[in-house]
C-alpha cells in the first residue's frame, strides 16, 4: 500500500499539455491540481507580454523583451513558440531524461498553436483542452476576472470559438463548470498516465515491486 502510494507522487518524464480558451480557468485548475499532487512541474513560458498584477517573474512567465525573444528563436531554444492576441509566447526547450530521473512530469499551459508543433515534437504528450461550460459562462469569467476592457473580452470570445474547433485532435477534453469536478478529473488522468506501462521503461508497477523485493524481472 505504502509503495503504491509513493509511486503515485512520482513523476514519469510525462508531458501533459492543457490548452483553452482564456478565461476558461486553466490557470485556476493546475495550480489547484499541482497542490495535490506530487511530481508535477510547471513549465513556465517565456513571454513578450507585460506582467499582469500579481504575476512573478520566473513563477507565472519569463516576461522578456521582443528583442530578447527574438534571439531566443534565432538560437533555437524554443520547443515551440506562438503569437497569441498580439504577444509572443515560447516554452523552453524539454529534457525528458531529465525530467524522468527526477522524478516529475511537465505542465505545460500553451495555445492550440503551440499544442500541435509540441505534439509533433513530443510524441508521447498528452493533450487536454479545457471547455468552458458555455460561451456565456467564459463572457461571465473573463468579466469577473476584472482583467480586460469590454472590447479585449469581445476578441478574446471570437479567438475562444476558434480555439474550441480545434479541440478534436487533443487526446482529453474536460469541461470546467464546476472546479471541483475539473480537479477531480485532471487529477485523476494524471495519475492514469502513470500507470500507463510503456511510460514505466516497460516495466509495470507488478514489476518494480518485484525489483524492489530482490527478484529479477
Ligand atoms: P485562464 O488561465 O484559462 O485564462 P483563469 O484560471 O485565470 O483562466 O480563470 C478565469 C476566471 O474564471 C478567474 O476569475 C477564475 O477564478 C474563474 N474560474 C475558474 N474556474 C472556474 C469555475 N469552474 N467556475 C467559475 N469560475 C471559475
Ligand atoms: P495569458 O497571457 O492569458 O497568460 O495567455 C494567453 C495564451 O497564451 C493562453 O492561451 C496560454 O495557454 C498561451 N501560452 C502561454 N504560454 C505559452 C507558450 O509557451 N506557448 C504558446 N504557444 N502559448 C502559450
Given at each position: 500500500?505504502?509503495?503504491?502510494?509513493?509511486?503515485?507522487?512520482?513523476?514519469?518524464?510525462?508531458?501533459?499539455?492543457?490548452?483553452?480558451?482564456?478565461?476558461?480557468?486553466?490557470?485556476?485548475?493546475?495550480?489547484?491540481?499541482?497542490?495535490?499532487?506530487?511530481?508535477?512541474?510547471?513549465?513556465?513560458?517565456?513571454?513578450?507580454?507585460?506582467?499582469?498584477?500579481?504575476?512573478?517573474?520566473?513563477?507565472?512567465?519569463?516576461?522578456?523583451?521582443?528583442?530578447?525573444?527574438?534571439?531566443?528563436?534565432?538560437?533555437?531554444?524554443?520547443?515551440?513558440?506562438?503569437?497569441?492576441?498580439?504577444?509572443?509566447?515560447?516554452?523552453?526547450?524539454?529534457?525528458?531524461?531529465?525530467?524522468?530521473?527526477?522524478?516529475?512530469?511537465?505542465?505545460?499551459?500553451?495555445?492550440?498553436?503551440?499544442?500541435?508543433?509540441?505534439?509533433?515534437?513530443?510524441?508521447?504528450?498528452?493533450l487536454?483542452?479545457l471547455?468552458?461550460?458555455?460561451?456565456?459562462?467564459?463572457?461571465?469569467?473573463?468579466k469577473?476576472?476584472?482583467?480586460?476592457?469590454?472590447?479585449?473580452?469581445?476578441?478574446?470570445?471570437?479567438?475562444?470559438?476558434?480555439?474550441?474547433?480545434?479541440?478534436?485532435?487533443?487526446?482529453?477534453?474536460?469541461?470546467?463548470?464546476?472546479?471541483?469536478?475539473?480537479?477531480?478529473?485532471?487529477?485523476?488522468?494524471?495519475?492514469?498516465?502513470?500507470?500507463?506501462?510503456?511510460?514505466?521503461?516497460?516495466?509495470?508497477?507488478s514489476?518494480?515491486?518485484l525489483?524492489?523485493?530482490?527478484?529479477?524481472?
Amino acid at each position: 500500500m505504502e509503495i503504491q502510494s509513493q509511486e503515485d507522487q512520482r513523476g514519469r518524464g510525462l508531458i501533459f499539455i492543457i490548452s483553452a480558451p482564456s478565461g476558461t480557468g486553466k490557470t485556476t485548475l493546475v495550480k489547484r491540481v499541482m497542490e495535490l499532487l506530487h511530481g508535477l512541474r510547471f513549465s513556465v513560458s517565456y513571454t513578450t507580454r507585460p506582467p499582469r498584477t500579481g504575476e512573478q517573474e520566473g513563477v507565472d512567465y519569463h516576461f522578456i523583451s521582443p528583442d530578447a525573444f527574438r534571439e531566443m528563436i534565432e538560437k533555437e531554444q524554443f520547443l515551440e513558440w506562438a503569437e497569441v492576441l498580439g504577444h509572443c509566447y515560447g516554452t523552453a526547450r524539454v529534457d525528458i531524461e531529465a525530467l524522468k530521473s527526477e522524478g516529475v512530469d511537465l505542465i505545460l499551459d500553451i495555445d492550440t498553436q503551440g499544442a500541435k508543433k509540441a505534439k509533433e515534437k513530443l510524441d508521447h504528450a498528452v493533450l487536454i483542452f479545457l471547455l468552458p461550460p458555455s460561451i456565456d459562462a467564459l463572457e461571465e469569467r473573463l468579466k469577473g476576472r476584472g482583467l480586460d476592457s469590454l472590447e479585449r473580452i469581445q476578441f478574446r470570445l471570437a479567438h475562444a470559438k476558434r480555439d474550441i474547433e480545434e479541440s478534436h485532435w487533443y487526446h482529453h477534453i474536460i469541461v470546467n463548470e464546476r472546479i471541483e469536478e475539473a480537479v477531480e478529473k485532471l487529477k485523476a488522468l494524471i495519475l492514469t498516465e502513470r500507470c500507463r506501462k510503456e511510460m514505466n521503461h516497460g516495466k509495470s508497477d507488478s514489476g518494480r515491486l518485484l525489483e524492489k523485493c530482490g527478484k529479477p524481472v
